[in-house]
């Protein structure tokens, strides 16, 4: 019996109507999706044409290149995208795959995934997906409900099992840089201890173009152990932890609550929208966050 264990694509499918459901503020953070020309930039826009300078133009818009070679100073005037790019970055770090109650780590980490490429369909983007991988191109960004069905397919495969190639977060948001667009949507599926490894550089780099939201899978054995003996087995090991024991509890801490707190401190300082995500708590419950970002 997979339930819980290992996702399934009819699941992801179903958990359509459950992210369409919700509304999300995007309107507010992206405006009309005419044509019309700004001389201001901001989420979601892009670079169309240079013109004159004019009184009132922002400074930090000036066009040099153009400004040095006509003599005459020139600013950039930006475009609204008429797409905007979600991108879905796994984690498929092996500790992901290990759950308590109702489901693992890694199928409830495929459910989020399937949402936010749902909810992306009602929002109109393009959906794209990747994960650490030297070796595996991303999903490529597609519109429609087939991008979604290429994103849920990647995820089954993904969480069915702990790749044998996972090259880490890190790796997985280096592709990413290249793939995003300003004004993108970026969703991190991940575990507290894989965005310990992260520089912490990179969030307000991520943050400043992009709408970035970082679900942390957890579980409730993680976050609140017994005071008791506990056997663990994997690969063939039997390992028995005692967490009555203060120095093993700590070790405990260390390990798996510090990882998750750190985050959650430090992330929003960043300008990144941070989610926990139990495995057993239901899997849009971080949805009514997204697209919370004010306008910029």
Known sequence: MSEGITPELSELIALRGVAQGRR??????????????????????????????????????????????????????????????????????????FGTRVRFKSVQAARAGAIAAWAALRDGDRIAALRGSHGQPPVAPASGARGVLRVLDALVRWYQAPPTDDAGLAVALEHAGRLLRPGSRLVVLADPASIASIDESRWPALAAHHEVMVLLLTDPLEREPPRTMLPFQGNGHRVEVDLGNARQRQRWRHAFVQPLESALERLPARGVRVQVLAGDAASDAWLPALGRAAAR
Not at 24 to 30: C, D, T
Not at 39 to 63: F, K, L, N, T
């Open 24 to 97: 999300s503020a995007r309107r507010g953070l992206h405006g009309a999706s005419g044509n019309a020309l700004s001389p201001m930039r901001g989420r979601g826009m892009e670079y169309a044409e240079s013109r004159e300078y004019a009184i009132g133009d922002d400074v930090r818009h000036i066009d040099w290149r153009l400004t040095a070679r006509s003599g005459r100073t020139h600013t950039k005037l930006f475009q609204a995208e008429r797409e905007r790019l979600t991108l879905i970055v796994a984690d498929t770090a092996p500790a992901l795959y």
